[in-house]
């Protein structure tokens, strides 16, 4: 035991086995949807490949519909995306010895010199659900077989009920329009997860140019007081956790009177707020500015890698509309709020890695204080409700290696 | 459940492929591979659910049924041409298979292994947790979660049954929850046992596992016959796949004897699905969320799903009572499994 886990006790112990499964999750949640793409990102009958959870797939786009199959060919496994090969609208060749896949049952229906091999036929790759909607491909990442396959809203964060006064667009909302940005981040993916609705680490912020430009007031933390500080999503829908800033049960701490450290700003967001739902999908409502939501993602890749989604979507129900949100996005929110003010975090979660990481002692040597209840809530709701755990992945190689 | 029915039981013959044979009585609800190990025959055998394909037999003679709720990797044209998977069939009458290895090979027989004994706890008045880890390899044929090992009490020729509380993936490590039984040689032992010490181990043993199916899986136990299942209860959580719904039902006999409680209520929380109720059979019930009952009387009156499969564990007259209780139910006795606690010397 080290030093500085002189507060460790019996109970604290027993609280930690609850999320235990959580913190074996390594290599992600299994049997959930992610981002795969941006639509903007396969053009037609283009085909990229991409890691979730360990898993190679290869995306595909024909006649405007994506397909998703394994990223390993079942002749000698290489990755058919490296160097694609598309011959008709309903297949996938594999670039080696020309095995042929049907796009949409992942069957082997020919082989280039060989059609008539006997395996033809019998020989299937495994398929991945897919759905499209404004501007993202997702991917159902399943176990083969895995039934029934969940509508992909269980897994966003949820549309928040009619008659709240701060609305903002759901994902799937017919008139929101989605823009955003994704990189690959060095760290564990609950690493990214936990990062984006820490209530204690606002203050990382403080000097954003977009806090300093919009003059916005960025409390330097969050502490939870009481019961309505959080509410958590058990029932029906997506699963997960919500920060009730403004709930009077969160005390927003603007100053440390020890440090001299003072929050500037004098614009306060109102309804600002931050949700996690499994299998790691984050959102801040009325984020970088009001009427705007800022969600993110962190898919895992591998054991040490994931894939880093911000978007920011705004409700368009006029062209005139989108055209200004567009312009907005290209020459402000871009650069200002996803790059710059999250590049933070990332930084945040790169310096975490080594802690977590395997070999490291992070989860059992961490010393959570009054802040993190709702990491706990998050660890805890994700060791309930999660739908399955990938398990190790032999020969982990980051994504496009 | 393996209590012999009407019909009675059946005979199996195996015919190895240096032509050596061996037969064996198989009772109805056994599986020829759980047959064949009552009678010391160890078969190959891997996934023991008809998915892995190690267990391959051909049928020379008889007809057979394959054990409900199982999908054989066996293509139809391959079951036509008389190939089974023994781990998944059951027999209509007398039967004669023949294996594709030497008689030599048909073990993958439990392997013999030393161990050493990490830690002792005492978990209730009179039931102790042991650990132990393997510290000879760990064999090429591990234990399927329900599955038991026979352990030498150290210093003499005596070997006694315990079944696994935990699944494979805690290999080299094993974990068993003993009754200590006043004046038994091993629990004689486990009062002066201290980390460090060797024990041999025999593993793994025993036809108890999971069947497959997705209806509701229904575990009563009674004592100690808790470890098998929360060894289930952990495969069913940690494996890929859906989960199906889980009934358990443990008691013991007083509030001084109940142990796993806690481990009990943590699988709960981490398993919305599984619905947990814990009884003494004696006395004041310790605490709010323990009611006083049996295993059985806590399976309560509601009948049972068609496709619901059930495992029951302990002492050999609870078991016999709870499969009454869950033929009553509306269960078939093909799909109550059981384990019973014998005494070593009976
Ligand atoms: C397949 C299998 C799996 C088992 N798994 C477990 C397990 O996980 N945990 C566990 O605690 N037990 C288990 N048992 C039972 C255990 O093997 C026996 O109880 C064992 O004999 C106890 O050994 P002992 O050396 O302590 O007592 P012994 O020296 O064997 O017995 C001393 C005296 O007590 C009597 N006796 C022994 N066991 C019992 C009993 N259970 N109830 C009443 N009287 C008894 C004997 O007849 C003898 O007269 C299992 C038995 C089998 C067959
Ligand atoms: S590796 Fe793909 S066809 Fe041979
Ligand atoms: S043991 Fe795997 S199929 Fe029978
Ligand atoms: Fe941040």
């Known amino acids: ?401 | 459940m393996t209590g012999a029915g009407p019909e009675g039981a059946r005979t199996v013959k195996l015919r190895f492929e240096d032509d050596h044979a061996v037969e064996f009585p198989v009772e109805p609800g056994q599986t020829v591979l759980e047959a064949a190990e009552a009678a010391e025959v160890f078969l190959a055998s891997q996934c023991r659910v008809g998915s892995c394909g190690t267990c391959l037999a051909s049928l020379l003679s008889g007809s057979t049924r394959t054990v409900a709720g199982r999908t054989l990797s066996l293509l139809p044209s391959e079951q036509e041409a008389g190939a089974r998977l023994l781990c998944s069939t059951e027999v209509d009458g007398d039967a004669t298979f023949e294996l594709g290895y030497d008689s030599g090979l048909a073990s993958q027989r439990p392997a013999l292994l030393r161990a050493v004994v990490t830690g002792v706890q005492q978990v209730s008045g009179t039931v102790v947790e042991l650990r132990l880890e393997l510290a000879d390899e760990i064999p090429p044929v591990v234990h399927a979660a329900g599955q038991y090992a026979r352990l030498r009490v150290p210093g003499t020729d005596q070997w006694r049954s315990y079944s696994m509380a935990g699944t494979a993936r805690a290999l080299p490590e094993l974990v068993f929850c003993v009754k200590l039984i006043p004046g038994g040689a091993m629990s004689a032992y486990l009062e002066r046992a201290v980390p460090g010490d060797e024990l041999e181990v025999e593993y793994p043993l025993g036809g108890f596992s999971l069947r497959g199916g997705t209806g509701q899986h229904v575990f009563v136990a009674g004592g100690t016959g808790l470890a098998p299942v929360l060894a289930m209860v952990d495969e069913l959580r940690e494996r890929r796949g859906p989960k199906p719904p889980v009934l358990v039902c443990f008691a013991c006999q007083s509030g001084e004897d109940l142990f796993g409680a806690a481990e009990l209520r943590m699988r709960a929380f981490w398993m919305p699905g599984l619905t947990l109720r814990i009884g003494v059979t004696e006395g004041d019930p310790p605490d709010e969320e323990t009611t006083r009952g049996t295993p059985v009387s806590l399976l309560g009156e509601e009948p049972l799903a068609p496709d619901a499969e059930a495992y029951v564990c302990g002492p050999p007259g609870m078991v016999a009572a709870a499969a009454d209780r869950l033929t009553a139910l509306g269960m078939a006795a093909h799909r109550v499994h059981a384990e019973k606690f014998v005494p070593t010397d009976t």
């Open chain 1, 1 to 401: 035991m080290s030093e500085t886990a002189t507060r460790r006790s019996e109970p604290v112990s027993a609280a930690r086995r609850q999320f235990d499964p959580y913190t074996k999750a390594v290599w992600g949640l299994m049997n959930h949807w992610y981002p795969a793409f941006f639509s903007s990102e396969l053009g037609e009958d283009e085909a990229k490949g991409i890691k979730v959870c360990g898993i190679p797939v290869i995306l595909r786009r024909a006649n405007g519909e994506v397909f998703a199959l394994r990223d390993q060919c079942a002749h000698r496994g290489v990755r058919m995306s490296i160097r694609p090969a598309c011959f008709t609208k309903d297949t996938l060749t594999c670039w080696y010895h020309g095995f042929t896949y049907d796009l949409e049952t992942g069957k082997l229906v020919t082989i280039v010199a060989a059609p008539d091999d006997p395996i033809v036929g019998d020989v299937k790759l495994q398929t991945f659900p897919v759905r499209e909607k404004n501007g993202i491909i997702y991917v159902f990442v399943g176990d083969d077989g895995y039934e029934p396959v969940p509508d992909l809203a269980e897994d966003l964060p949820p549309k928040l009920p009619a008659d709240y006064p701060h609305q903002v667009p759901h994902l799937l909302d017919d008139d929101a329009v989605v823009l955003g940005i994704r990189r690959t981040v060095a760290s564990n993916w609950r690493l990214g997860v936990e990062n984006g609705f820490d209530p204690g680490h606002n203050w990382l912020h403080r000097d954003s140019p977009i806090v300093v430009a919009l003059d916005t007031a960025l409390p330097l933390g969050l502490v939870p007081r009481g019961p309505n500080a959080l509410t958590t999503f058990e029932g029906d829908g997506p699963k997960g956790i919500r920060n009730e800033w403004d709930s009077g049960d969160y005390d927003v701490v603007m100053s440390s009177e020890k440090l001299g450290l003072q929050a500037r700003g004098a614009n306060k967001i109102p309804g600002l707020r931050t949700s996690i739902f499994l299998p790691g999908v984050l959102m801040v409502e009325h984020w970088p500015a009001y009427g705007l939501a800022q969600y993110e993602w962190y898919v895992p890749i591998d054991d040490e890698h994931h894939e880093y989604w911000a978007v920011v979507a705004k409700s368009c129900p006029t062209p005139a509309e989108r055209t200004d949100f567009e312009y907005a996005y290209d020459k402000l929110w871009r650069d200002a709020a996803l790059g710059a003010f999250n590049d933070d975090d990332l930084f945040a979660r790169e310096a975490m890695e080594n802690f977590y990481a395997e070999g490291g002692t992070g989860w059992d040597d961490e010393q959570l204080c009054g802040m993190d209840a709702v990491i706990v809530g998050w660890r805890k709701i994700v060791s309930r409700y999660a739908r399955g755990y990938q398990t190790p992945q032999a020969h982990p190689t980051p994504k496009n290696a």
